[in-house]
């Protein structure tokens, strides 16, 4: 598809364990960045990419929290140890460029994780 | 750090209606974007419209239109003529301009608008 697809949709773990989620961005776009949104509120800012290199992680909440892109395309968030605070739905987005006209961050569907 | 704040959680109005959203933020940096996206049921967030901060002409993407008042730090977004397709929960979000890379996007907490027929 031309769009930024995720997967899984839907992720149910139980505390302690630890889950992978996947972001496939639209291909060529140099910027992948992650976002977690509660339920009921905005998304916020957890880690940004350029190809493979993570320019910014700032918004990691934690050390459990772990974003992978080793060959600049497929983005990986890892999160060790789940707590019940970790539930959200984990949304991916991807942009041509790094700046200027070409800064707009096409979003996929999220993955909806929640921790029991 | 920037904050956005959007003080309507949720509203409604009927179709064919005009609504106006509100949005503010705070920041200190001069040169940044400002957005608008919707985001439906589905929860896959779409871009309604994008405004350059060093633009002082409001931007318009036929039936959205935003009021930006770059001093009072406001960017409120009208929507004309509104169809049953509008509902959906709107963010504002304000994202720096320039640097090395590209940046997060903050996003404020939605306004959740709801068009009645």
């Known amino acids: 598809g031309a769009g930024v697809s995720q997967s899984p949709r839907y992720k149910v773990a139980k505390r302690g364990q630890d889950v992978a989620l996947r972001c496939d961005p639209i291909s060529g776009h140099v910027s992948l960045f992650w976002y977690q949104q509660a339920l009921g509120q905005g998304p916020e800012f957890l880690t940004y990419f350029q190809n493979e290199a993570q320019l910014d992680k700032s918004g990691l909440p934690s050390d459990r929290f772990f974003a992978e892109r080793p060959e600049g395309s497929v983005s990986t968030l890892k999160i060790q140890r789940t707590q019940q605070e970790d539930s959200a739905v984990y949304l991916c987005?991807?942009?041509?460029?790094?700046?200027?006209?070409?800064?707009?961050?096409?979003f996929g569907p999220g993955t909806r994780l929640t921790v029991l | 750090a920037q904050t956005v704040t959007q003080s309507q959680p949720e509203m409604s109005v009927q179709e064919a209606e005009t609504v106006t959203l509100s949005c503010t933020y705070d920041?200190?940096?001069?040169?940044?974007?400002l957005f608008w996206y919707k985001q439906p049921p589905s929860r896959q967030m779409i871009l309604v419209i994008r405004q350059e901060a060093y633009k002082q002409q409001n931007a318009t993407e036929n039936r959205f239109s935003v009021n930006f008042q770059k001093a009072a730090k406001s960017f409120s977004l009208k929507i004309s003529d509104s169809q049953l397709g509008d509902t959906a929960m709107y963010f504002c979000?304000?994202?720096?301009?320039?640097?090395?890379?590209?940046?997060?996007?903050?996003f404020g907490k939605g306004t959740h608008l709801i068009i009645q027929p």
């Open positions: 987005a991807s942009s041509l460029g790094v700046g200027g006209t070409h800064s707009e961050q096409f």
């Open positions: 920041t200190s940096e001069n040169n940044y974007y």
């Open positions: 979000a304000f994202m720096k301009r320039g640097g090395g890379g590209a940046d997060g996007l903050t």
